[in-house]
């Protein structure tokens, strides 16, 4: 999608004229205020992923460069979260042919798929649950697009921590240990984690030999050491063991695919996002509908304020559920679903009462919820090329397996899929039902905005059902509210719904630092709320933000606050 001719001139001018008089040193911080840099900026789940992505851009890479960069040392520092055999979206912005295009790296369902072979706990984790790894092919597909760094040079800083050891961090040692009665019972997982059947400590150098070799595979082979080659082989082979579905046709035959943005508009900025079976649609839609709204007027997190956010998330959450999910299966009615029009429908259907929304199935709700595994990133290198990138596992360490001989967590995308019905709204089967070599909807949804043809904010996050709310939000409060990137992330959210789909729920819980009167208005109008101190909904969103100055071509960051984000600038 090329964006009109008049986009970054003058934004390329500014950043360059300051570029040429920055000193070449680093900032990297855990936030709890804005970064500015004016060469080149990685916002990213973990610390060490943001350097690697800022040393490549120090050294003349692109934003591709560095996306790939800080993606393979994610796969270390963030295993739990995302790999080379997950999946993922990303947005490009190529500033030099102004434009905007999108890929999809989502895996499929292996050919053998079948729903009548799953149940609840099959395709939730174990050798059935993955489907076919996308992410290694994508992040490949955009290096051809837009790299200029050695593909092997961007596998240097992860295969050294596989090698050598990465110190484990104190929320890594966290996960790793909470998941020991549930996954310690695999033998490929606890081989992988385990040090003496136990959680490595906080600061221990955890060596991954196997993935190590693994990457030197990738590194200097590329992608067909998988999908045509000895890793794959290897893959193969665990998934005829173990009772997968992944064959060696089915990695053969992956491909990712390159489309157009979808688009919409909210206080005269362009917004885009990657297309279903994206979920950048609903948090889009959710914009669509605030837009016909003075929220500054209504009072930032004030009841009439946050209530009107509730109901917008519920009707977008909804359409997402009845229709988002692979084109090349099912009509997805995506122009339609962000005209303004059907806003204009939607916002005239919420009254001064919650919208009394319920799933008409309930066989899963008040189930345990897993967690969610997925990491976004935004990126601007030198020359204002940007990424906005999602990449996921779906769980925490996604099957819970790891493929013996290749030291890879293997996704498990097909807990994505609905087994035969749509809970919410009886139809059998829906758009969310499995099939062979379909792409399950994922709530990963990345996105940019544009402010007279220059681009203006980069955002996407992570956390399942939280994602597009959570990444709403932090929009609204920039444009709205005047606030910077920051304090945009790290404000109080409302939380909305279940981490789950087919959890069915529909609480709303405030975080601290909105006001007690608040939540009793909210009851008052009928919104079913959380005890005070127990969110039914563990997750918050996981957002991540580049704002761009548009008079110096600056660029403002921020990272999510809680957790092992972080930000690198220079």
């Known amino acids: 999608m090329t964006i009109p001719k008049t986009s970054t001139r003058s934004l390329l001018t500014g950043a360059l004229a300051i570029a040429a008089t920055a000193t070449v040193s680093s900032s990297v911080s855990a936030l709890d205020r804005a970064v500015i840099g004016t060469n080149g900026m990685v916002v990213a789940g973990h610390p060490l992923a943001a350097q690697a ?3 490549v851009l120090q050294a003349g890479g ?4 560095a996306a790939v960069a800080t993606a393979t040392v994610l796969s270390i520092t963030l295993t739990d979260m995302m790999g080379p055999a997950g999946s993922g979206y990303v947005l490009y912005w190529d500033s030099k042919k102004q434009d905007l295009s999108a890929m999809d790296y989502n895996g499929v369902a292996p050919a053998a798929t079948d729903p009548k072979k799953f149940d609840m706990a099959k395709k939730l984790r174990g050798p059935m649950a993955p489907t076919v790894p996308g992410a290694l092919k994508g992040w490949e597909a955009l290096h051809k697009k837009c790299g200029n ?9 992860a295969i050294a921590y596989a090698d050598h050891g990465w110190p484990v961090d104190s929320e890594s040692a966290f996960h790793i240990k909470r998941h020991i009665p549930e996954l310690g019972i695999n033998e490929s997982w606890a081989k992988e984690f385990l040090i003496n059947n136990d959680a490595p400590a906080p600061g221990y150098k955890l060596r991954r030999p196997e993935l190590a070799a693994t990457y030197k595979a990738f590194a200097s082979k590329g992608s067909n050491a998988l999908y045509n080659g000895p890793v ?3 893959l193969v082979a665990f998934m005829k063991k173990e009772g997968g579905l992944i064959t060696k046709v089915d990695l053969a035959k992956y491909q990712v695919k390159w489309l157009k943005p979808i688009q919409t508009s909210y206080r005269g900025y362009t917004v885009y996002g990657a297309p279903p079976s994206s979920s950048s649609i609903t948090w889009m839609q959710i914009l669509n509908i605030m837009d016909g709204y003075d929220v500054k007027a209504l009072g930032h997190n004030s009841a009439d304020y946050l209530h009107r956010f509730i109901e917008a998330s519920k009707r977008s959450y909804m359409d997402g559920y009845r229709f988002n999910g692979d084109p090349a299966f099912v009509q997805v009615p995506a122009d339609k679903l962000l005209s303004k029009e059907y806003a204009n429908e939607q916002r005239g259907k919420i009254a001064d009462t919650a919208w009394a929304i319920k799933p008409v199935k309930d066989a899963y709700i008040n189930q345990p919820q ?4 997925t990491s976004h990133m935004v990126i601007i290198d030198k020359w204002g090329n940007a990424i906005s990138m999602t990449n996921t596992l779906g769980t925490f360490f996604g099957a819970g397996v790891v493929a013996s001989g290749t030291g890879m967590v293997l996704s498990n995308g097909m807990d994505w899929f609905d087994i035969d019905e749509n809970i919410w709204t009886g139809e059998k089967p829906g758009n969310l039902v499995m099939a062979p070599g379909k792409r399950n909807r994922w709530t990963l949804a990345p996105g940019m905005l544009f402010k007279d043809g220059k681009l203006a904010m980069l955002v996407g996050g992570a956390g399942a059902e939280s994602t597009m709310w959570g990444i709403a939000q932090p929009i609204i409060n920039a444009i709205d509210f005047g606030m910077d990137p920051q304090t945009a992330l790290s404000s109080p959210r409302f939380r909305y719904g ?5 959890t069915g729920g529909t609480e709303v819980w405030l975080e601290p630092g909105i006001k007690p009167d608040v939540r009793e208005a909210l009851i008052a109008k009928g919104h079913k709320m959380s005890p005070v101190n127990e969110p039914r909904i563990s997750a918050r969103g996981t957002t991540q933000m580049i704002v761009i100055d548009q008079k110096s071509g600056s660029m403002i960051g921020g990272a999510a606050p809680q957790g092992r984000d972080n930000l690198a600038a220079y």
């Open 53 to 55: 992505g800022l040393r």
């Open 62 to 65: 692109t934003a591709c460069d």
């Open 149 to 157: 760094q050695p593909w092997a040079s961007l596998w240097r800083d």
């Open 232 to 234: 794959g082989d290897k």
């Open 370 to 373: 897993v967690g969610t595994a």
């Open 498 to 502: 279940d981490i789950y789909h087919y």
